[in-house]
């Protein structure tokens, strides 16, 4: 028996190469840990090919149109289509209940226009589609127009089938099942006509729609959910740009659950149903609210000054009427109850709303740390440093983050600072970690931290 030879290693050079090529022509910014499987796809590109080293590969890639066919085939190689029907269940009761009757009332347009950008197999375009016939409640024979796009043409191939497994319908209730799909023979499942005939499927690649002539078709709602998380920030704020302009006043964008856009745009404003959090364009004659700055303290932190003097949470019923800080409380109880990961996204969320709110950075640094992501939570205890410099529960998250991380000297420095802080005026937390907290008690602890 002949053995079977292994596959070089491609170089270093030559993979990060690739990898640029990869982001140039898809958006996609493939990360280290992404590296071997780029590396694995391609050769075998390369043995489908025929071409023997990694060199020749990348010199074929920038040959005329063969090398545009290879240069999409590698691409499509690397995307993995994810999705499921009405995934992320609150978010589709939040869009039928209350969102599309809201449209509809409003006479935006008839039928109303959708855009379901990175659809892959159909299944989140076929659930925009069937929430809107139940919204509608039969008065709209066409409620909507949904539009699917995506960059592999196979995932759309098999979209516009709208033919699915038993197991891709297996979570749905059994009512949804039986009103909008049709059982087949062969224990498959096909998507009504009643639904498909709402729905449309083209491919798009969405660098390409940066770069072309914004279209004359505007959406009531995009969805583009969990897509943007594989581009870079740059080529993200730009996508988010031409979503703004691609929308009517007062229509919706929704992102993945762990996306946001903080730090991306301001010409949104973050609105929430059923504890679905979503972004609406405003209508032209109502203007973007402006993010609120960080807010500037007087007072002196003199470590001469004797006696503790820690300003007081506002009563709860003041404390609470925010709605950023009404996020982060629920992000409390939410991380309570062991939902680690929600907690964490809604406090993002809070701070993407008001990013004056130092209880989300702090939280989310709180809960990080709790998990071992030291540098993650340090990063998110600094800005909320930048936004009250008192907020002493932040300082202390942060030392704690430098302990975590090995570098024992920074903690120390920052125990001390902590403690002349604490003689001072200081910020406590409007949370329940802050409440019954007595000046003794801080200090102890602090004094705790100390080396010895």
């Excluded at 209508?283 to 993010?291: K, M």
């Excluded at 709860?316 to 939410?334: G, I, T």
């Excluded at 604490?422 to 409007?430: A, D, M, S, T």
């Amino acid at each position: 028996m002949t053995p079977v030879r292994s596959r070089a290693s491609i170089p270093t050079e030559l993979l990060s190469s690739l990898r640029n090529l990869v982001e140039s022509a898809s958006g996609v910014v493939l990360g280290d840990a992404k590296l071997p499987h780029l590396s694995a796809v391609v050769q075998g590109r390369m043995a489908a090919l025929g071409i023997p080293d990694a060199s020749g590969y990348l010199k074929f890639l920038s040959e005329g149109e063969k090398g545009a066919a290879e240069r999409r085939d590698l691409v499509l190689e690397l995307l993995v289509g994810e999705t499921s029907f009405f995934r992320t269940p609150a978010l589709f009761q939040a869009f039928r209940k209350a969102i599309l009757p809201g449209f509809l009332e409003q006479g935006l347009l008839h039928p109303l226009p959708i855009w379901c950008a990175g659809c892959a197999t159909g299944e989140e375009t076929y659930s925009v589609a069937i929430a809107a016939l139940e919204a509608s409640g039969g008065r709209y024979a066409v409620p909507v127009r949904v539009l699917g796009t995506d960059l592999h043409p196979r995932f759309l191939d098999a979209a516009r089938e709208g033919i699915y497994p038993g197991q891709a319908l297996r979570n749905l209730p059994g009512r949804i099942r039986e009103t909008w799909f049709t059982p087949m023979k062969d224990g498959r499942f096909r998507v009504a006509d009643t639904v498909r005939r709402l729905v449309d499927f083209e491919e798009r690649n969405l660098i390409d729609f940066l770069a072309d002539p914004l279209p004359s078709d505007r959406y009531a709602a995009i969805f583009c959910r969990n897509v943007m998380i594989y581009f870079g920030s740059d080529t993200t704020r730009r996508l988010v740009g031409r979503f703004h302009e691609s929308l009517f006043g007062g229509g919706v964008l929704f992102l993945g659950h762990s996306e946001t856009l903080w730090g991306i745009s301001e010409a949104f404003r973050l609105e929430e149903q059923e504890k679905i959090f979503y972004y609406r364009k405003p209508r032209a004659e109502v203007r973007p609210p402006r993010l609120a700055a960080a807010p500037r303290f007087s007072g002196s932190s003199d470590p001469r000054r004797r006696g503790f003097r820690a300003d007081p949470p506002p009563p709860h019923s003041v404390a609470d009427s925010s709605p950023a800080m009404k996020l982060v409380l629920s992000a409390e109880r939410l991380a309570d109850d062991g939902r680690i990961e929600d907690a964490v996204a809604i406090c993002r969320q809070a701070a993407a709303l008001d990013p004056g709110c130092p209880e989300a950075e702090y939280l989310t640094a709180f809960l990080l740390r709790g998990h071992g992501r030291n540098a993650e939570a340090l990063y998110h205890a600094e800005r909320a440093l930048v936004r009250d410099p008192r907020f002493v529960f932040a300082d202390m998250e942060a030392a704690e983050c430098l302990c975590g991380m090995g570098r024992a000297g920074e903690a120390a420095l920052r125990w001390k600072g902590i403690l002349r802080a604490i003689e001072g005026n200081v910020h406590l937390p409007r949370l329940s970690v802050g409440s019954g907290i007595s000046p003794q008690m801080l200090r102890q602890y602090v004094l705790s931290r100390l080396p010895r």
